[in-house]
């Protein structure tokens, strides 16, 4: 690495004026980052009303705050973002960059390495430094194996998965240096335009945050499986995951798909019923703390991460297993 960039990046999603939990997650890896590389840990947040978050940030490891607060960032664009972001980061000069590994930073971190000239690792779960630089580890072949990723080019960017680090316990009384940043946008130089966007409105508890995720797939013989299952999570405060074949059969939303291509939760609970255990699935909730699978075959995949299985019909079990905790709850 150059001698002149050191110190960690953190791009920080909002969404109604607090720090989403990946947000959180990433600079706890900032900060253990910089404790090996040396370095500041710098968070960056694009939004509205971004009156507080400075400070939560801060409470979560951040020793420098910039916050863009702006109408056109409401929502996010990546246009919008790209030159904002490129010159805080030509000034700031870190070492490394960390985005989020969600829809919207997917979607951004590609196109900030180009602008930067500069590479990117997507899908990151753990980021060491060896010899004073950023080794990148990620899964690859659909989840069978893992790949460590390194940059000769600073900074090196990466995309982190949700759950793959654990948030730093809050501390109230640090300090940073907040600073409110104007925006470079030419808005006439955007060249795409949202003109709608519809939010698939969230009912009960949220999947990433959840302590009880109780997954479906192919083995919940059609939609009318999810039905069971959403009464067994309401029950129980938790929230309904599902494989990808069963999003791709329309028997539950795309939102629930579980997986390196979908979501990634790491519960108290995970609760499979009728999920193989394919890789691609298990890389989305190999970190649950416990794994209880139901599947009709003995052999099933899901049974090598499981603490406990059960062999059966889960068309049977997962109503008899709803009733017995009706009978508790009264």
Same mark, same amino acid.
């Given at each position: 690495m150059?001698d002149?960039?050191s110190?960690v990046?953190?791009?920080?999603e ?6 989403i939990?990946?947000? %959180?997650?990433?600079?706890? !890896?900032?900060r253990r980052?910089?404790g090996?590389?040396g370095?500041t840990?710098t968070a960056? #947040?694009?939004?509205?009303g971004?009156e507080?978050t $400075? &400070?939560?940030?801060?409470?979560y490891g951040?020793?420098?705050v910039l !916050?863009?607060?702006? &109408?056109i960032f ?8 790209l030159p904002d %972001?490129?010159?805080?980061i030509? /000034?700031?000069e870190?070492?490394l960059?960390?985005i989020?590994?969600?829809?919207? $930073?997917? =979607?951004?971190a590609?196109? !900030?390495?180009f602008?930067?000239d500069? =590479?990117?690792a997507t $899908? ?17 072949f $659909?989840?069978?194996a893992?790949?460590?990723?390194t940059?000769t080019?600073?900074?090196?960017l990466?995309?982190?998965r949700?759950?793959?680090q654990q948030?730093l316990?809050? =501390?109230?009384k640090?300090s ?11 808005v ?8 709608n966007?519809?939010? &698939?409105k969230?009912?009960?508890?949220q ?8 997954g479906g797939?192919?083995g919940l013989?059609?939609?009318?499986g999810?039905?069971t299952?959403n009464?067994?999570?309401e029950?129980?405060d938790g #929230?309904?995951?599902a494989s990808?074949?069963?999003? =791709?059969?329309d028997?539950?939303p795309r939102?629930?798909?579980i997986?390196l291509?979908g979501r ?5 609970l995970y609760?499979a019923v ?12 190999? @970190? ?9 075959d003995p052999?099933a995949?899901?049974f ?8 059966? @019909?889960?068309? /049977?079990?997962?109503?008899? %297993?709803a &009733?017995?905790i009706?009978k508790?709850?009264?």
């Amino acid at each position: 690495m150059t001698d002149n960039k050191s110190g960690v990046l953190v791009v920080v999603e909002v969404e109604d004026s607090q720090p989403i939990d990946l947000g %959180l997650e990433m600079l706890a !890896l900032a900060r253990r980052l910089t404790g090996i590389m040396g370095g500041t840990v710098t968070a960056v #947040a694009f939004g509205t009303g971004l009156e507080t978050t $400075g &400070e939560t940030l801060t409470a979560y490891g951040a020793d420098q705050v910039l !916050l863009n607060d702006n &109408e056109i960032f409401t929502n996010f664009h990546a246009e919008a973002w790209l030159p904002d %972001l490129s010159k805080i980061i030509t /000034e700031v000069e870190p070492a490394l960059v960390l985005i989020g590994h969600s829809e919207s $930073g997917t =979607d951004l971190a590609p196109r !900030l390495a180009f602008r930067l000239d500069v =590479d990117v690792a997507t $899908g990151c779960e753990s980021i060491d430094i060896v010899n004073g630089r950023p080794h990148m580890t990620r899964s690859c072949f $659909g989840g069978l194996a893992r790949e460590v990723i390194t940059f000769t080019k600073t900074p090196a960017l990466a995309t982190i998965r949700s759950k793959s680090q654990q948030a730093l316990v809050p =501390d109230m009384k640090r300090s940073a240096e907040i600073k409110h940043v104007s925006s470079i946008l030419d808005v006439n130089a955007i060249r795409t335009r949202v003109v709608n966007r519809d939010r &698939e409105k969230a009912v009960g508890v949220q999947m990433e945050s959840a302590k009880v995720v109780i997954g479906g797939g192919l083995g919940l013989g059609g939609p009318e499986g999810f039905k069971t299952l959403n009464e067994i999570a309401e029950l129980v405060d938790g #929230a309904v995951g599902a494989s990808r074949a069963a999003c =791709d059969l329309d028997w539950c939303p795309r939102s629930y798909q579980i997986g390196l291509s979908g979501r990634t939760v790491a519960p108290e609970l995970y609760i499979a019923v009728g999920i193989s255990g394919a890789s691609h699935h298990m890389a989305g909730c190999g @970190n649950s703390k416990t794994i209880v699978s139901v599947n009709s075959d003995p052999k099933a995949e899901i049974f090598k991460s499981s603490r406990f299985g059960i062999v059966g @019909n889960s068309q /049977e079990i997962m109503p008899a %297993l709803a &009733e017995e905790i009706r009978k508790l709850k009264a």
